[in-house]
């Protein structure tokens, strides 16, 4: 069955849901009103230490590869969470970069999720990932509705692409707006997974970048 057979029946989104979403365009050095607890640091990238992180909301969805996902599958590993949309040319130039990442730690205790935002026809988005060469999944959120589960300051819905690290627990422990290099996010991804899982060692998967 096709990417766009498969959304057919997709419900339309609330007037209220599309208004509150208001996307100018791909906005790689925008920012947010932090109201988060998360810490600004170099490069753009916030931070928070275990003891002071937010539980992230459980998003969810029908991935872009066909079948359903929640955030809460992956409790346990540190998810590299990313929106995107096949639109946004930030997000093209840093797609290799993630895929370069998720190939890196996908066997150490790290999950890439993305949340599609934005591309009308869910054919655009699968498209992006067969140019791009993207396997990790990616929901199907073309209203925004997963954006907005976050509480108001973790995202900017004008910043995309943005990326997430969350812990093993579940918590925002680390996010930049915009598009950056994969050292970048690598350096969010490493002191997250080098953390003790809840009352055990510190995992050697996390071993030297």
Not at 22 to 27: D, N
Not at 90 to 114: I, N, S, T
Not at 151 to 168: A, F
Not at 180 to 195: G, H, K, N, Q, T
Request: aromatic residues 6%.
């Amino acid at each position: 069955m096709s990417a766009t057979k498969r959304f057919r029946a997709l419900p339309t989104a609330a007037a209220a849901t599309a208004a509150a979403l208001v996307l100018v365009g791909c906005s790689p050095s925008g920012s947010a009103a932090d109201r988060t607890g998360l810490t600004a640091g170099g490069g753009g990238v916030a931070t928070a230490a275990p003891g002071h992180r937010e539980q992230a909301p459980d998003v969810s969805g029908t991935l872009l590869a066909g079948g359903g996902v929640k955030l809460s599958d992956y409790r346990g590993k540190v998810v590299v969470l990313n929106l995107w949309g096949s639109w946004c040319s930030a997000c093209r130039a840093e797609a290799p970069g993630l895929q370069e990442l998720w190939e890196k730690y996908r066997d150490r205790g790290v999950q890439f999720l993305g949340i599609n935002t934005r591309d009308s026809d869910p054919a655009n988005a699968v498209a992006f990932e067969r140019n791009k060469g993207v396997t990790f999944p990616s929901i199907y959120d073309p209203d925004g509705t997963q954006i907005l589960r976050f509480p108001k300051g973790y995202l900017d819905p004008q910043s995309i692409p943005t990326t997430m690290v969350i812990d093993r627990d579940g918590r925002v422990a680390a996010r930049v707006l915009g598009g950056r290099s994969p050292d970048v996010i690598d350096a969010m991804i490493r002191p997250v997974l080098a953390e003790p899982a809840s009352g055990g060692p510190s995992p050697a998967a996390a071993g030297p970048s």
